[in-house]
């Protein structure tokens, strides 16, 4: 029974250690993944410029008075494609080009001709 207890002792002592193990190795290594990440990034001229313009996109938004702008903007041009107007020029467009489409012996546009120099 005593080489048993001790066969388990050792079993459980060799798996704590090998978890205590694989953390340390777990965590030295992501802090050094992140360390060279980290340095990759420093270097690189492309990460550096998205890192900017994501500075610059957040300091925007912060500022409300961009914002503001930037939601009448949209209302306006929510309001004026949606307006009658607009609904009846995108109707008498597309009139147009079915009938610029659809007619190839009449005629409708009478363009002149170009003069060819010689």
């Known amino acids: 029974m005593d080489e048993l207890a001790l066969i388990i002792l050792q079993a459980i002592l060799?798996?704590?250690?090998?978890?205590?193990?694989m953390i340390i190795g777990t965590r030295l290594t992501a802090s050094t993944m992140e360390r060279k990440i980290m340095k990759m990034i420093e270097k690189s001229e492309?990460?550096?410029a998205f890192k900017k313009l994501l500075?610059?996109?957040?300091?925007?938004?912060?500022?409300?008075?961009?914002?503001?702008?930037?939601?009448?903007?949209?209302?306006?041009?929510?309001a004026?494609?949606?307006s009658k107007e607009a609904k009846n020029?995108?109707?008498?467009?597309?009139?147009?080009?079915?009938m610029?489409?659809?007619?190839?012996?009449?005629?409708i546009l009478?363009?002149?001709?170009?003069?060819?120099k010689e």
């Open 80 to 82: 004026l494609v949606t």
């Open 14 to 21: 060799n798996g704590a250690m090998l978890a205590v193990g």
């Open 55 to 78: 500075l610059r996109v957040d300091e925007m938004l912060k500022n409300q008075e961009v914002t503001s702008k930037a939601e009448k903007f949209f209302e306006e041009a929510t």
């Open 100 to 107: 610029l489409g659809t007619s190839e012996s009449e005629e």
């Open 110 to 116: 009478k363009l002149p001709k170009k003069e060819v």
């Open 89 to 98: 020029f995108f109707k008498n467009l597309t009139e147009l080009m079915k």
């Open 46 to 48: 492309t990460a550096q």
